[in-house]
């Protein structure tokens, strides 16, 4: 066996088990955020404003406001 062979099979298992341990850790990130490949059992529901989103959205801004106008009224 040359000089060659051997430095070229060294660095061969090198980049091949660096390569598995990337893989390893891509697949491992994939599945924990849900990335199975089985069929999925829920999908995106659309989501509507109701007159109760409307009133603590409008409560929220008047106090806001209503925050602002007391800091600069005292000051």
Known sequence: ???FSIVFG???IL????AVRKAE???FAMEVRGFT????????HTIS????????GALFLFVLV???TNQLWLG
């Open 1 to 3: 066996m040359s000089l």
């Open 37 to 44: 490949g089985e069929p999925r059992n829920s999908y995106f």
């Open 49 to 56: 404003i109701g007159k109760v989103d409307l009133v603590l």
């Open 66 to 68: 209503l925050s602002f």
């Open 25 to 27: 850790r891509a697949a």
């Open 10 to 12: 060294i660095v061969y």
């Open 15 to 18: 980049f091949l088990t660096g």
